[in-house]
């Protein structure tokens, strides 16, 4: 199945805030349901396995409502492992008050070098151009001590006929759009494993999940 560009709606708040606040709520039930959270859970399994670290500090980039890095912390803490995040988004609309967050270019993060530990991201990377990718992922790398995160769907065909299967599921009339978008522009494993290298990585990692959601550990250091 070749890579669609297709806009997002979300992408550019193009509904009511009342649209954009339900198109938040859907998005965090996808990554309850659909494997975002576990993903990104079992990133940080791989991740303080390899370093031992007992406090990590981690950029959430595109964070939204900040679901993700929220059960990211209380997964850690289980663990007796401390998380402290910092979310960012480009616009403030998307970010939930009361949080750590900045309003920044994911491009050009506003961060000096080596100021967290990891970097991470969720449905964000698919939102770019491969050469974008690149740009991303060496502006993370940059400001990231140990690794970037990266989750995101994996672009099939079944996948697309499972994503207009689920459209009666969605509140907002914006994801039943960008639902499908999504998938029809997203990347193979292959594909971001390659994008990773141009980028920089040193190592990188490739995590399956259920319903086409795929993880990749870009490590700064092998």
Known sequence: MKRV????????????????EAALADLARINRWFGGVSTT???????????????????????GSG?????????????QVGLTTVSLDYSFSHLQTGTCAVVGDALRLPFRDDSFDL???????????PSEVVQFGREALRVA????????LVRSRLHLVLAYAGLPLWRSRITRHDSVASVRRSYTPDELRALMES?????????RNYLFRMGIIAWKHV
């Open 5 to 20: 560009e297709v806009p997002e709606l979300l992408d550019r708040d193009l509904g009511t805030a009342s649209e954009v």
């Open 41 to 63: 859970l079992a990133l940080l399994d791989r991740v303080v396995a390899r370093t031992r670290l007992a406090q990590l500090s981690l950029l959430e980039v595109a964070a």
């Open 67 to 79: 679901d993700v890095p929220r059960a990211a912390i209380a997964h850690l803490r289980r663990k």
């Open 119 to 129: 970097v991470s991201c969720g449905l964000f990377a698919h939102h770019l151009q």
């Open 145 to 152: 001590r140990v690794a970037l995160l990266v989750n995101d």
């Open 199 to 207: 980028a920089g990585a040193a190592g990188i990692e490739v995590v």
